[in-house]
């Protein structure tokens, strides 16, 4: 949606926030642009003393608590993924320039027809792929072990068992009805893996016979590597465009430009401009330890699918 906005003149990338949103240049921040946000490298990652679940759930409260808050680095030098944070700024963007939120945005395509059914914020009319509103449960997302090994008899010659108990769960701050009715910027998108596949296609190849909502330029410059290296955040190496992740840094097998996004509960979607892939993958539950190998091998094997035919 940034993008289609910055397409139409609607945002500048390298526009200090503060000139439109002026509480933000606040605290240090007055030099913070919209690219810094897309970019995870505004330092702006949260706030002293944290936020709630139901806090993180709004995100016009995040804006206005991050408004007054010192970034955690200088803003430029480095990059850290913002988690739920990083969006809700840039949906205070996009609300201060077009003054409406982002979900209602997006939902209307910014004045253009859409043809994907990803739409943002749960409501009674929108449904998924499977003709259900969607449903949100308790997600484990890690297990320890309860007591020492044990000995399986059925098992194989040399391995242990254990009982195993859930170490904890969490709930999305989206996962409620009214967290989702609110249409978070994080995490606020209600489909399928279909859908998301559509979503992509549509902003780069075209989609039902229409033509790619992003222009040649916009894509470039959305689809282009700008922070790379070690993230403050995770500790783990990361590649980001602009708001997506550089997917042709993620898997060698994609081209150089190809962009899109995963999902913390195991999600993965992007296109690829040149191969003219366009992928979509969910899950039905978190792993045990927030990895997802499947993504490489399933998004290899649709690369060789492709290629080869």
Same mark, same amino acid.
């Given at each position: 949606?940034?993008?289609?906005?910055?397409?139409?003149?609607?945002?500048?990338?390298?526009? #200090?926030?503060?000139?439109?949103?002026?509480?933000?240049?606040?605290?240090?921040?007055?030099?913070?642009?919209?690219?810094?946000?897309?970019?995870?490298?505004?330092?702006?990652?949260?706030?002293?003393?944290?936020?709630?679940?139901?806090?993180?759930?709004?995100?016009?409260?995040?804006?206005?608590?991050?408004?007054?808050?010192?970034?955690?680095?200088?803003?430029?030098?480095?990059?850290?993924?913002?988690?739920?944070?990083?969006?809700?700024?840039?949906?205070?963007?996009?609300?201060?320039?077009?003054?409406?939120?982002?979900?209602?945005?997006?939902?209307?395509?910014?004045?253009?027809?859409?043809?994907?059914?990803? #739409?943002?914020?749960?409501?009674?009319?929108?449904?998924?792929?499977?003709?259900?509103?969607?449903?949100?449960?308790?997600?484990?997302?890690?297990?320890?072990?309860?007591?020492?090994?044990?000995?399986?008899?059925?098992?194989?010659?040399?391995?242990?068992?254990?009982?195993?108990?859930?170490?904890?769960?969490?709930?999305?701050?989206?996962?409620?009805?009214?967290?989702?009715?609110?249409?978070?910027?994080?995490?606020?998108?209600?489909?399928?893996?279909?859908?998301?596949?559509?979503?992509?296609?549509?902003?780069?190849?075209?989609?039902?016979?229409? #033509?790619?909502?992003?222009?040649?330029?916009?894509?470039?410059?959305?689809?282009?590597?700008?922070?790379?290296?070690?993230?403050?955040?995770?500790?783990?190496?990361?590649?980001?465009?602009?708001?997506?992740?550089?997917?042709?840094?993620?898997?060698?097998?994609?081209?150089?430009?190809?962009?899109?996004?995963?999902?913390?509960?195991?999600?993965?979607?992007?296109?690829?401009?040149?191969?003219?892939?366009?992928?979509?993958?969910?899950?039905?539950?978190?792993?045990?330890?927030?990895?997802?190998?499947?993504?490489?091998?399933?998004?290899?094997?649709?690369?060789?699918?492709?290629?080869?035919?």
């Amino acid at each position: 949606m940034v993008a289609l906005l910055v397409q139409d003149g609607a945002l500048e990338l390298d526009r #200090p926030v503060g000139r439109s949103w002026p509480e933000f240049a606040a605290a240090g921040k007055g030099r913070i642009t919209v690219r810094n946000l897309l970019t995870h490298r505004s330092g702006v990652i949260g706030v002293d003393g944290g936020f709630t679940a139901a806090e993180l759930a709004d995100d016009q409260l995040i804006a206005r608590r991050l408004a007054g808050q010192r970034p955690y680095w200088r803003p430029g030098s480095a990059y850290g993924y913002g988690g739920f944070v990083t969006f809700a700024m840039v949906g205070e963007v996009v609300r201060r320039a077009t003054g409406r939120s982002l979900g209602s945005t997006t939902n209307s395509g910014c004045a253009r027809p859409t043809a994907w059914s990803c #739409p943002w914020g749960c409501r009674r009319r929108w449904r998924t792929g499977t003709g259900r509103c969607c449903r949100a449960w308790p997600t484990r997302i890690g297990w320890r072990r309860s007591g020492p090994p044990s000995r399986d008899r059925t098992a194989s010659p040399g391995s242990a068992t254990a009982s195993i108990r859930p170490r904890r769960w969490i709930r999305w701050p989206s996962s409620t009805p009214g967290g989702c009715a609110l249409g978070q910027a994080s995490a606020g998108g209600v489909g399928n893996a279909r859908a998301l596949a559509e979503m992509y296609a549509a902003l780069a190849f075209g989609l039902s016979g229409r #033509p790619p909502l992003l222009e040649p330029a916009t894509l470039g410059e959305f689809a282009m590597l700008h922070s790379t290296g070690v993230d403050l955040v995770t500790g783990a190496a990361g590649q980001y465009a602009l708001g997506f992740q550089a997917k042709g840094a993620r898997y060698p097998f994609l081209s150089a430009n190809a962009f899109g996004h995963n999902g913390s509960a195991g999600s993965e979607a992007f296109a690829d401009p040149v191969s003219g892939i366009a992928f979509g993958y969910t899950r039905r539950r978190f792993s045990f330890d927030w990895s997802y190998p499947e993504h490489d091998r399933l998004a290899a094997a649709v690369h060789h699918a492709v290629t080869a035919s």
